[in-house]
């Protein structure tokens, strides 16, 4: 812009402020006055507003970065010695964490051999830049997704998953930009459709949402994107992003659709929401904020009939909450991810049930009344928002959780049992999908998995 | 003793644009505000404001809401060319909490 600023923030926002700075191709810093949260409270005493006032005539007229013009060049290698294989490994874990790389759980050095490793997953060359990874702004490449994965525990088959669900992170339409610094605790999600789910070990039965060691692709996949959010993206908890809880980052929620299970007749997610072939290799992405079990089946002698219709409105009960962080996805992104059963798909298939179906019930029965939105304070989120569709929504009474029912996503996944469904609740701008490229040798990479963990 | 050679993991930065020259005084200046009115910032920065028009000769502060206000606008490349097209010479942004 060419007009210097000074910027009024609390002091430990000071770490999503260069980050910001960073993401806008400036150098991570920025001149900033900074209180402590209780300043920014109602009520609060604001005279050091006076008393510094000096900071903010300076931040104007005297603030100098203190970093140089230059750009970064790549980082130098790491290196740690210890007395055996053991004491190196602890060492090296020590000094990652110590560089607030890890997340408390053990890391795979990414050694130049496991980094090459995992990189035979890869179909473009290491140094193919996928974006900028917000807010810090740090440069993203295939190599850079692989040194995360081998981080991370994973194996060159699954980086063709990540790398997808990278280029979808980094679409400005996932909202990431803002959900990586925002409080609301946003996780992603990435639901997988194509025969690459099974090949590669990823779950969409029981303990589909993990851990599962049967099948452990999703936990390193997911793990591996978390730690490129903060190791990369610089989503550093209370200091790169405020989100109060985290939710679920270690591994964020990484599963595949049971598409052997899909009723006849019902497409996949992927076909539905991103238009993609069936049988294509896909990931789409999107991020929620909470995750629910929902006791979805009777408990006595209800017909088949009415233990479908009691399901579907205790689900649409769950749904059925002021969730204001969703409506930024009230126009284009999603309210949440419906996760159910193939058992439960089958037997709501087989009377009469669609997806489509599924969406204008929960949409209809999900409505919020608008006298409980105003005794919540709702509509003055509503009519904070950008989008002219959230503002104009006040109006409806009762009131839809999202503004289409085309929104919701119903995707069929979970152990064959009917008790449960899971509800995935929505913090999601967009729904980002990409189509998936495998190398030529994924099938060798598929048979050596076989060799290492054994017969799917 | 074993070795361990391994790669930082966070990736390169690139700075691709300087940071903007400050101004050398406030004295005659035209200073705006961007501001998500949240956070107090319907208290603070009006505070602000007076404070910069009682410590500077002819300087012209404008009014609060002379550009859009709010965290889903501020941010916006429209935004940006509003202040710019302005004509202030610096500009207090507030309040991140």
């Not at chain 1, 607030?100 to 035979?120: A, H, N, Q, Y």
Request: hydrophobic fraction near 40%; aromatic fraction near 8%; charge should be neutral.
């Amino acid at each position: 812009m060419g007009i210097p600023t000074v910027t009024l923030t609390r002091a430990d926002f000071v770490g999503v402020m260069t980050n910001a700075v960073a993401g806008l191709g400036l150098a991570p810093d920025a001149a900033m006055v900074t209180f402590p949260i209780d300043m920014f409270l109602p009520g609060s005493d604001i005279s050091p507003v006076q008393a510094r006032k000096r900071e903010f005539y300076d931040g104007l007229t005297r603030w100098r970065s203190a970093f140089g013009a230059d750009g970064a060049a790549d980082a130098p290698m790491i290196k740690v010695q210890g007395a055996s294989v053991d004491d190196a490994f602890s060492r090296a874990n020590n000094l990652m964490l110590a560089n607030r790389w890890g997340d408390g759980l053990p890391l795979w050095p990414p050694t130049r051999e496991r980094v090459s490793w995992i990189r035979r997953g890869a179909t473009q060359p290491r140094g193919h830049r996928v974006g900028i990874f917000p807010p810090r702004g740090g440069v993203t490449t295939v190599e850079t997704c692989a040194i995360a994965l081998a981080m991370a525990g994973g194996r060159p088959e699954y980086l063709p998953v990540l790398v997808a669900a990278v280029d979808a992170f980094l679409d400005p339409a996932s909202g990431s930009a803002q959900l990586q610094a925002a409080s609301g605790s946003a996780f992603p999600v990435v639901i997988v459709n194509g025969p690459i789910g099974a090949q590669i070990r990823l779950n969409s039965g029981f303990g589909c949402l993990g851990p599962d060691p049967q099948r452990p692709a999703g936990a390193s996949i997911g793990r591996a994107l978390r730690l490129l959010q903060q190791n990369v993206g610089g989503a550093l908890p209370g200091i790169g992003t405020m989100a109060n809880y985290g939710g679920v980052r270690y591994t964020n929620v990484v599963f595949a659709e049971d598409e052997a299970n899909l009723p006849p007749g019902w497409a996949t997610h992927a076909t539905e929401r991103h238009a993609f072939a069936p049988g294509q290799n896909s990931i789409s992405l999107a991020f929620a904020n909470g995750a629910t079990n929902i006791r979805r089946r009777g408990a006595k002698k209800e017909t088949p009939e009415e233990d479908a219709l009691q399901g579907m409105y205790r689900m649409a009960d769950f749904m059925r909450v002021p969730n204001m962080p969703g409506l930024s996805g009230y126009e284009h992104g999603t309210p949440g991810i419906l996760m159910l059963p193939g058992v439960v798909a089958n037997t709501m298939a087989r009377l009469g049930w669609t997806k489509a179906s599924i969406r204008e019930f929960l949409w209809e029965h999900s409505r919020i009344p608008t006298e409980h939105l105003r005794r919540a304070g709702c509509p003055a989120w509503l009519e904070i928002d950008s989008s002219k569709v959230v503002r104009e929504s006040i109006a409806l009474d009762p009131w839809p959780i999202t503004a289409s029912p085309d929104n919701f996503i119903v995707v069929v996944a979970g152990g064959g049992h009917p008790t449960n469904s899971y509800w995935l609740q929505g913090y999601s701008p967009g729904v980002v999908g990409r189509e998936l490229e495998l190398p030529p040798s994924f099938d060798a990479l598929l048979a050596e998995a076989e060799r290492d963990l054994g017969p799917r | 003793m074993v070795n361990l050679e391994f790669h930082d993991p966070s990736g390169a930065i690139e700075v691709k644009q300087p940071f903007a020259p400050r101004v050398a005084s406030l004295e005659g200046k035209r200073v705006g505000f961007v501001s998500n009115d949240q956070w107090q910032a319907y208290r603070m920065l009006p505070l602000l404001k007076s404070l910069l028009e009682t410590d500077f000769a002819g300087i012209e502060v404008l009014p609060l809401d002379a550009f859009p206000q709010g965290n889903a606008v501020i941010g916006s490349e429209e935004t940006a060319a509003h202040v710019k097209q302005s004509g202030v010479d610096a500009v207090i942004i507030g309040n991140a909490a």
